[in-house]
């Protein structure tokens, strides 16, 4: 008998609500396993952005259904707020009325001089030396995470761990990727490599780690994959909810616009950088993937995304109780779909890696979820849904989409 697989688990970013979709897979494929096998088992976890929060929680063996039930009781720490996450940049405010003080006469002086040949649109690009580094801070999310470790009793150290844990972030003034919990890298804070990881660029101002400036790994090459393959990685989960949004209204396959789903053109140019971001990333990722899979045959991995019609991924801001339920729910459903459409293959990549999954065991299980995530005080299930259960595939899906 050859040794073991060695398994990693692969978040990718996409926000708060990228966060809830994956932590709603994770909890889908915890169901699936079988013989006490957990994600909590793997070997390797790699996450970037919002990723790395759930996969430090996951590397620190926080269960993902302790945390789905802590999002559906509202319980802290699990359960982020707003506030939690990432508050104004006052700091960077206070600079920029400074900055641009300093700039006002040598401005004025270089306008007058070249007026005839300068815009309103040149001197506004002059002026940019004196804008913030960005909208939002990430120190809440910070001193949150501090907080939850301590009051969890999980490890905020990389040298804490039993598990290997990888963090990438893009160093701003070289452009170079680092990696988090690497050598060399083990003693920054679990808290301080995940804001650093989060910085998307205008949103949220670089995080300072020992006097350097790092920002969102997503805006580099997609590497978090790559990462767990150097580590040794025979197979990989890879969860990746940066998928654009398709609001195609005259193909048919979407509901007509409304106040959350109207046209991208109406909803301002952050929504519409949102989508381009979106566009940008699901190709470079896509041709990651195959160049990956070309240069690596041995290397195994299976893929979960949400569905392109999953508007709410697209939320920034403001997310309801409901709205949090339903990313959960698309979360699970990923998994779910993915074993009725491909069941068999999904199944036997597993098996090869000595991973025992059972279809029977999440078909049992998807009841009492639907009844989680619909807020219901009773989780055992009445004698038509346990029926309609039994029928099969077609029936749990259409419960769980109900």
């Known amino acids: 008998m050859g040794r073991p697989s060695k398994l990693a688990l692969a978040l990718s970013g996409g926000g708060f609500t990228g966060y809830l979709f994956e932590i709603g897979a994770l909890t889908a494929l915890d ?7 957990s994600i909590n088992n793997f070997d390797i976890y790699v996450g970037v952005s919002a990723g790395a929060a759930a996969a430090s929680l996951m590397a620190n063996g926080v269960k993902p259904e302790e945390i789905l039930q802590a999002n559906l009781s509202e319980e802290w720490p699990y359960y982020f707020e707003r506030r939690d996450i990432f508050a104004p940049a006052m700091g960077e405010g206070l600079k920029t009325v400074w900055r641009g003080a300093k700039q006002l006469y040598p401005l004025l002086k270089l306008y007058l001089q070249n007026r005839h040949e300068m815009s309103l649109i040149d001197l506004l690009d002059k002026a ?7 909208i939002y801070t990430l120190e809440p999310f910070a001193r949150h995470l501090e907080a939850a470790c301590l009051a969890k009793g999980l490890s905020n150290s990389f040298d804490g761990l039993r598990k290997e844990l990888y963090i990438p972030a893009i160093d701003l003034e070289t452009g170079q990727s680092v990696i988090f919990g690497d ?3 083990h003693g920054v804070p679990i808290s301080r490599a995940i804001t650093a990881s989060c910085a998307a660029p205008i949103y949220f101002c670089p995080v300072r780690i020992d006097g350097r400036d790092y920002i969102d790994a997503g805006i580099g ?5 790559e990462v767990a393959a150097q ?9 990746n909810p940066s998928v ?3 609001h195609d209204f005259g193909a048919g396959g979407v509901r007509a616009p409304s106040a959350r789903s109207m046209r991208l053109r109406d909803k301002g140019f952050l929504s519409i950088g949102d989508q381009a971001t979106r566009i940008n990333l699901e190709a470079r990722f896509s041709q990651a993937l195959r160049m990956f899979h070309h240069e690596h045959p041995e290397r195994d991995f299976l893929v979960f995304s949400p569905k392109p019609t999953e508007t709410l991924l697209f939320e920034r801001s403001f997310l309801s109780f409901r709205d949090r339920v339903h990313l959960l729910r698309c979360g699970y459903l990923s998994v779910v779909e993915a074993m009725q459409e491909r069941g068999g293959e999904v199944q036997a990549r597993f098996s090869r890696h000595g991973l025992v999954v059972s279809e029977s065991r999440l078909r049992q299980r998807v009841q009492m979820r639907l009844e989680q995530l619909a807020g219901t005080a009773s989780a055992v299930p009445s004698e038509p849904a346990k029926r309609e259960r039994r029928a099969g595939w077609s029936s749990v899906l259409g419960l769980l989409r109900r």
């Open 221 to 225: 090459r997609i590497t978090f994959f």
């Open 128 to 134: 940019q030396d004196a804008l913030p580094s960005g």
């Open 244 to 246: 654009h949004i398709r």
């Open 31 to 37: 169901d699936l396993f079988e013989d006490g096998t």
């Open 183 to 185: 050598w060399g890298r």
């Open 231 to 239: 580590k040794g990685a025979d197979f990989m989960i890879i969860v």
